[in-house]
């Protein structure tokens, strides 16, 4: 079903507003409808599924996405992320100024940011050194699990320690 232009000011004053009775005064609806329906409106459920949907589109610009996040590490760790400082300088007689001065990312926050790149994004190498332990790791299974048929020899030496100091 269509909106028509008053259901859709009314959406809007109620995203704004969160108040359904105001929200209808505000959409031009009258005075003896406001009275008695403005509730009723946000029961359509034409309404309310508009509203769910604004309100869902206004947290997706709210809330960063993965890709944002990356192309922000990526900024930072190419210096062209900025900061602005206040940087208080002394002009004499005891006198002293501050100004917001402009910098780019240190060198410690570019280092941060290269880590957490690299967290997202392992290198070939790592993974072909993980294949290589796990390889390992499962040879030394398959051993382990083949020294469990043999048999168990039990090794006596301190029979032979002992008759050695006996003939002393």
């Known amino acids: 079903m269509k909106l028509t232009e008053k259901q859709k000011r009314f959406i809007d004053y109620y995203i704004e507003t969160g108040n359904a009775t105001e929200s209808a005064r505000r959409a031009g609806y009258s005075e003896k409808y406001i009275n008695t329906n403005a509730s009723k409106l946000l029961q359509n459920t034409t309404i309310k599924a508009a509203i769910t949907a604004r309100l869902k589109a206004l947290e997706d610009k709210r809330i960063a996405k993965a890709d944002e996040v990356l192309k922000f590490l990526t900024a930072t760790l190419r210096g062209e992320v900025k900061d602005e400082q206040i940087v208080v300088e002394g002009?004499?007689?005891?006198?002293?100024?501050?100004?917001?001065?402009?910098?780019?990312?240190?060198?410690?926050?570019?280092?941060?940011?290269?880590?957490?790149?690299?967290?997202?994004?392992?290198?070939?190498?790592?993974?072909?050194?993980?294949?290589?332990?796990?390889?390992?790791?499962?040879?030394?299974?398959?051993?382990?699990?083949?020294?469990?048929?043999?048999?168990?020899?039990?090794?006596?030496?301190?029979?032979?320690?002992?008759?050695?100091?006996?003939?002393?």
């Open 91 to 168: 002009t004499g007689d005891g006198c002293s100024k501050a100004s917001l001065v402009e910098t780019r990312a240190s060198v410690r926050d570019r280092i941060k940011a290269a880590e957490n790149l690299l967290k997202r994004y392992p290198s070939d190498m790592d993974a072909k050194e993980q294949q290589l332990k796990l390889a390992k790791l499962e040879q030394e299974l398959k051993d382990a699990g083949q020294d469990d048929d043999n048999d168990v020899q039990i090794i006596d030496d301190i029979g032979a320690e002992y008759e050695d100091h006996q003939t002393e």
